[in-house]
């Protein structure tokens, strides 16, 4: 039997060429395995440690972020709105104050009503069914405002219908108890309380305080659950206390309700001016309007005619040009003026009287109203003189009282002045002014030559206000007995007499300008004087505008107007009597030249 021999390959160790391996180690994977836990766990502390410091300063060191965060959810800062201030006449009547009011408002996704709840609702409020429809729809779906600075009373119905989704917050609203007497010089405030005209808007940094803040919290719905207290308290706004004495304005508004009314005038203003202050007693537009009920009012209502309208003042502009010609000592009151049968040509011009008038004195110019005798006196001065007098006096530039708007007139530059602009202007045409620029003129006749300021403030218990000298006193006591002369018989104004009184001034009357010349159709009528003639105390103006055919001359419609207000006005200020035992008027005159 033959035996086997078993083969064992050799090892790689024996073959040339190969080298003998080392052997392997074993790897400790427990070893690793707690490596790997130790440095997730370490990092697990570390990340745990830093939330608990972060927290820790959030809610021990720094909490403002988290406050911060909370609060802008329902914390709110709410405006306190600073009382605006009063404004008062000069003996501390109320002209305008703040009364309680109520805004209602809307979230309209919440608002559930029937038919007739909404048209009770749309009558309470004044407004149409399809205004609050209209609100409805309207992409804000938080806050709407259906109206605001309602009634208490108001609001008190609209909560007693319980309506889902209808609100209310308190506010105030401006109430003015005079009304459409004093509209223009109080003027009015939007419907943020803001001054929008007249005093309210010439003052209004001082009327309207600054306003505080209050800290609230509210819920979704925006009603105040908590009140966190005040952040800044408001600073109530100042009152005003004007110079206008509301005896006076009542006097001059009713005188100028009834020429209008009576007389069919399309508008007349007036003003009255204490003549030692230079204080406004009254200045009153009719037609006016109410500031309490202002929907539907129109630009004639609104505008306060006495500042912002220029006219030609026509012949109460004479006492000017013809004063300058005194003080200059180019005539004096005697110096005879031949009217020429009242015509007077310059180039192609014709200059003439209503009256056939001859020879006259210079002061039965002023009497008469003769544009050819004033004409004549005039032309006798410089140019440059008579453009500087106009200038000095306040022509041609805005009287600076704080109100808006106020009118510049018109005073063309000397240099282009023809003989025949000259003398028209000394009777008041081609020339332009307010009433508020012919009042202010008009101080110099009244302080014997001194042109005084105006103010709508009253004035303190000061002496007597000074101005700046334009006349001597010795030419304006001539100029004023002469304007006395034009209110007595033979006058163009005895209508402006006043039993008891003396009184001075002058008439005026001119074709209506519109467009680029003179509509002989229309007539603007005026007067303008003082009184009483021998210590003058007030200086009043009268304007009408569009007077009736019959009686467009200012002696017929405006000096009686004049008349009313000196005779109510004196005795309403308690000034004694000039002329005691004047117990009667004579209304005998001359008509007005144009």
Request: glycine content about 8%.
């Amino acid at each position: 039997m033959t035996s086997r021999t078993h083969y064992t390959p050799p090892r790689h160790s024996g073959l040339p060429g190969v080298q003998k391996s080392p052997p392997e180690k074993a790897v400790p994977v427990a070893k690793l395995e707690q490596w790997r836990s130790s440095f997730l766990l370490a990092l697990i502390m570390l990340a745990m440690a830093v939330l608990a410091l972060w927290a820790v300063w959030l809610q021990l060191i720094s909490n403002d972020f988290l406050q911060a965060k909370g609060a802008a959810r329902y914390s709110r800062l709410l405006e306190i709105a600073a009382p605006r201030g009063k404004i008062y006449d000069r003996n501390m009547l109320v002209l305008a104050s703040n009364v309680p009011a109520r805004a209602i408002w809307i979230i309209p996704e919440e608002v559930k009503m029937t038919a007739t709840q909404e048209a009770n609702l749309a009558k309470l409020l004044g407004i149409s069914v399809a205004d609050i429809r209209k609100k409805l729809a309207k992409d804000d779906k938080r806050f709407v405002y259906l109206r605001r600075q309602v009634d208490q009373d108001v609001a008190d119905k609209i909560k007693e219908m319980n309506i889902p989704g209808v609100y209310s917050q308190k506010e105030v609203k401006r109430d003015y108890p005079q009304g459409d007497v004093f509209a223009h010089l109080t003027g009015f405030t939007n419907i943020e309380g803001d001054g929008q005209d007249a005093i309210e808007w010439a003052y209004n940094k001082t009327i309207e305080g600054k306003p505080g803040s209050r800290r609230v919290i509210r819920d979704r719905i925006g009603n105040v659950i908590e009140d966190e207290g005040v952040v800044e308290a408001a600073v109530p706004g100042q009152d005003v206390v004007l110079s206008l004495d509301a005896r006076v304005q009542y006097i001059v508004f009713n005188a100028l309700r009834e020429v209008v009314d009576v007389k069919r005038a399309k508008s007349a203003s007036a003003m009255v001016v204490d003549t030692q202050t230079g204080e406004v007693l009254a200045m009153a537009n009719y037609p006016s309007f109410d500031p309490n009920k202002r929907s539907g009012m129109t630009g004639d209502q609104l505008r306060n005619r006495a500042l912002t309208d220029v006219f030609e003042p026509g012949s109460t502009l004479k006492p000017f040009s013809v004063s300058l010609a005194l003080e200059e000592g180019l005539v004096t009151p005697t110096t005879i003026i031949d009217a020429q049968g009242g015509h007077l040509q310059i180039g192609d011009a014709n200059i003439s009287d209503s009256h056939p008038n001859g020879a006259l004195t210079v002061e039965q110019v002023i009497q008469k109203s003769s544009n050819v005798g004033t004409s004549k006196i005039a032309l006798k001065l410089k140019p440059v003189d008579m453009w500087t007098m106009f200038n000095s006096l306040g022509f041609g530039q805005s009287y600076k009282v704080g109100f808006p708007s106020v009118a510049a007139g018109i005073l063309r530059p000397y240099k282009n002045w023809q003989p025949i602009e000259q003398a028209t202007m000394s009777y008041g045409h081609g020339i332009a002014m307010s009433l508020l620029q012919l009042t202010h003129a008009y101080t110099i006749f009244a302080r014997d030559g001194e042109l005084i300021p105006l103010t709508f403030i009253k004035a303190g218990n000061s002496d007597v206000v000074s101005g700046t000298k334009i006349f001597s006193p010795k030419t304006m006591a001539a100029m004023r007995k002469m304007m006395e002369m034009a209110t007595e018989p033979g006058g163009t104004a005895p209508k402006a007499q006043v039993i008891g009184y003396r009184v001075a001034g002058k008439t005026g009357t001119a074709y209506k300008v519109e467009g680029n010349g003179y509509n002989k159709n229309k007539y603007v009528a005026s007067f303008a004087g003082l009184a009483p003639a021998s210590k003058p105390r007030i200086i009043v103006t009268v304007i009408v505008d569009e007077p009736p055919e019959a009686e467009h001359f200012g002696g017929l419609i405006a000096a009686p107007v004049f008349s009313q207000i000196v005779s109510e006005t004196l005795r309403t200020l308690s000034v004694a009597p000039d002329a005691p035992y004047k117990t009667a008027v004579v209304t005998d005159g001359v008509g007005e030249s144009m």
